[in-house]
């Protein structure tokens, strides 16, 4: 592997667009490439963020005026800003978009209280654009049958061989909830092109283990799924390697998870021609590095790696943490979530968060040759 050139997605000069954060980049079949971020006034929790999108028709090297897509609307009276959005292309020009809805009513309360453990009200909506992302159908909001919970979206869809579509989120302790927390990673499914889903299944669910920032992809069959997480032991509050799960039968059911080695938080992988797995991830804990890494194999580790960012901006990862000091500490993060997208011709596109302090960053991509 070796790194081709690099490039960073311009932003508009206002405070709306100081903090770029929480990136994907998806290549159409016309061949655009379609960007879609949250752009907010800070990293943290404050009254003005919501998920933007903008493309380039010439393969990075230009882009169009970030927007705000579509505007999401109230929930029995409640307002919401529109926090991530991912997309899924699908047949010709039209594409699936995902997006998740979070209570905006009162924006001086925070999105996580760490007294209560609990998450501000965060739900899911999709549409639909039939001419490669320029407008947009009226969002719906998705139900998911037997889950009331906030369910932060942890990444674009995914499409199986047989056009089942999978959308990819957890399951967070609700505002007022009484009882005891247990972090869950979920997935629902869609087997009609996106307009109904059903069939949520649990991949993680573990009292005090936190497998956060579920990282899924479908695998060179079209039908397994391999899945990774950020994972935090909340007993002996430590920071653990990145941990996985594999699943046969397009994330019904899965293997026992199984730890990679590999520490730090995992991004989004990608399925290159010849079928090997290519998975990213970043370790924060001497320097943020993020490292590009092969595997024919996953379940026997990784063959090759490539760091391609490094920045000698000093630890912002605490390997010894508590649950509720490491929401304290991503909101300190300047670079993050990095993900990585196929381009085809044995070419990889490398892209994520980073920036000189966490409430000034850009969205940075590097192309890889594979």
């Given at each position: 592997m070796e790194i081709v050139s690099r490039g960073i997605i311009p932003k508009p000069v206002h405070d709306h667009f100081n903090s770029n954060t929480f990136p994907q980049i998806q290549k159409l079949p016309s061949g655009r490439w379609l960007a879609l971020f949250k752009a907010s006034e800070k990293k943290g929790d404050c009254a003005f963020m919501h998920a933007v999108m903008c493309w380039s028709d010439d393969e990075g090297v230009s882009w169009s005026t970030p927007f705000e897509p579509v505007k999401l609307p109230d929930i029995n009276g409640v307002p919401g800003q529109s926090r991530t959005a991912y997309i899924l292309p699908l047949a010709g020009n039209r594409i699936l978009m995902v997006l998740n809805w979070v209570d905006c009513s009162d924006t001086s309360l925070p999105y996580y209280d760490p007294a209560k453990e609990t998450l501000k009200?965060?739900?899911?909506?999709?549409?639909?654009?039939?001419?490669?992302?320029?407008?947009?159908?009226?969002?719906?909001?998705?139900?998911?049958?037997?889950?009331?919970?906030?369910?932060?979206?942890?990444?674009?869809?995914?499409?199986?061989?047989?056009?089942?579509?999978?959308?990819?989120?957890?399951?967070?302790?609700?505002?007022?909830?009484?009882g005891e927390w247990i972090h869950r990673s979920a997935m629902v499914f869609s087997y009609d092109g996106g307009n109904t889903w059903k069939d949520s299944v649990i991949i993680t669910e573990e009292k005090n283990m936190y497998y956060w920032d579920q990282r899924p992809q479908v695998l060179a069959d079209g039908i397994s799924v391999i899945d990774f997480f950020w994972t935090l032991d909340g007993i002996t509050n430590q920071y653990k390697n990145i941990h996985a799960r594999l699943s046969h039968d397009g994330g019904k059911t899965w293997s026992k998870i199984w730890d990679t080695g590999i520490y730090g938080q995992p991004g989004q992988p990608i399925v290159v021609e010849d079928g090997r797995l290519m998975a990213i991830d970043i370790d924060r804990s001497v320097k943020p590095v993020i490292t590009v890494r092969m595997s024919k194999d996953i379940r026997n580790g990784f063959d090759t790696s490539l760091i391609v960012y490094e920045i000698n901006s000093g630890r912002q990862d605490s390997k010894e943490i508590s649950m509720n000091d490491a929401w304290a500490e991503m909101v300190q993060f300047s670079v993050g979530h990095p993900s990585l997208l196929y381009l085809g011709n044995n070419e990889a596109l490398a892209y994520f968060y980073a920036g000189a302090s966490a409430d000034i960053t850009d969205i940075v991509f590097v192309r890889i040759l594979v």
């Open positions: 009200d965060t739900r899911i909506f999709y549409c639909f654009s039939n001419d490669d992302g320029a407008s947009w159908s009226v969002p719906q909001l998705m139900t998911i049958a037997g889950i009331n919970a906030p369910v932060p979206l942890t990444g674009p869809p995914l499409m199986l061989k047989d056009g089942t579509i999978i959308c990819q989120f957890e399951i967070n302790k609700p505002v007022g909830d009484p």
